[in-house]
T-cell receptor
Framework: KQEVTQIPAALSVPEGENLVLNCSFT??????LQWFRQDPGKGLTSLLL?????REQTSGRLNASLDKSSGRSTLYIAASQPGDSATYLC?????????????FGEGTQLTVNP | KAGVTQTPRYLIKTRGQQVTLSCSPI?????VSWYQQTPGQGLQFLFE???????NKGNFPGRFSGRQFSNSRSEMNVSTLELGDSALYLC??????????????FGPGTRLLVL
């Protein structure tokens, strides 16, 4: 059974700092991995999707990497801003299930202090 | 293009009642998935519908059910509500739910409180 873990559970940094969020998964048989952002009480916003054959994806100040063989992904946020404060979730789409079912980690709650 | 919409946004029910939540996917999307989010359990998969057929089901009791209409809109129903059903219910849509590069788009959620 696929399990996804995110470390740390919470992170507080000063504005302008570069930071890394970590995600690990137990079964490397995945189609893809997605990083989402969730603001308090709101839905999820997709940030980046990395296919299983890819190593990284970039969007603006965000860079996500994937090492499928070791079951790890990182989300790098450059020059953090207070507006980046949110919970960041990673999710994998396991090969063992059909369709679009995702398995989520518990999330990392990020606070960027002005 | 309009995003995923969910109605109602907030709901208060009492134990034993039933509730129906609605999700309208992005136009052209045929796959709709439902998730339950609670502080203790995180995001858990409920079920997925594609072309009016349930394609996947999570580990939830039979009190949780759903359906999808020909226009891809989906509803989920929870009967005999329990206090533990209090949660944020999220719906996600994607084009076909099968392509490797396919992104899923989430709605704002329905916040259900069971008293």
């Amino acid at each position: 059974k696929q399990e996804v873990t995110q470390i740390p559970a919470a992170l507080s940094v000063p504005e302008g700092e570069n930071l890394v969020l970590n995600c690990s998964f137990t079964d490397s048989a995945i189609y893809n991995l997605q990083w989402f952002r969730q603001d308090p009480g709101k839905g999820l916003t997709s940030l980046l999707l990395i296919q299983s054959s890819q190593r990284e994806q970039t969007s603006g100040r965000l860079n996500a990497s994937l090492d499928k063989s070791s079951g790890r992904s990182t989300l790098y946020i450059a020059a953090s801003q207070p507006g980046d404060s949110a919970t960041y979730l990673c999710a994998v789409r396991p090969v063992e299930t059909s369709g679009s079912r995702l398995t989520f980690g518990e999330g990392t709650q990020l606070t960027v202090n002005p | 293009k309009a995003g995923v919409t969910q109605t109602p946004r907030y709901l208060i029910k009492t134990r034993g009642q039933q509730v129906t939540l609605s999700c309208s996917p992005i136009s052209g999307h045929r796959s709709v998935s439902w998730y339950q989010q609670t502080p203790g359990q995180g995001l858990q998969f409920l079920f997925e519908y594609f072309s009016e057929t349930q394609r996947n089901k999570g580990n939830f009791p039979g009190r949780f059910s759903g359906r999808q209409f020909s226009n891809s809109r989906s509803e989920m129903n929870v009967s005999t509500l329990e206090l533990g059903d209090s949660a944020l219910y999220l719906c996600a849509s994607s084009l076909a739910g099968g392509a490797i590069q396919e992104t899923q788009y989430f709605g704002p959620g329905t916040r259900l409180l069971v008293l």
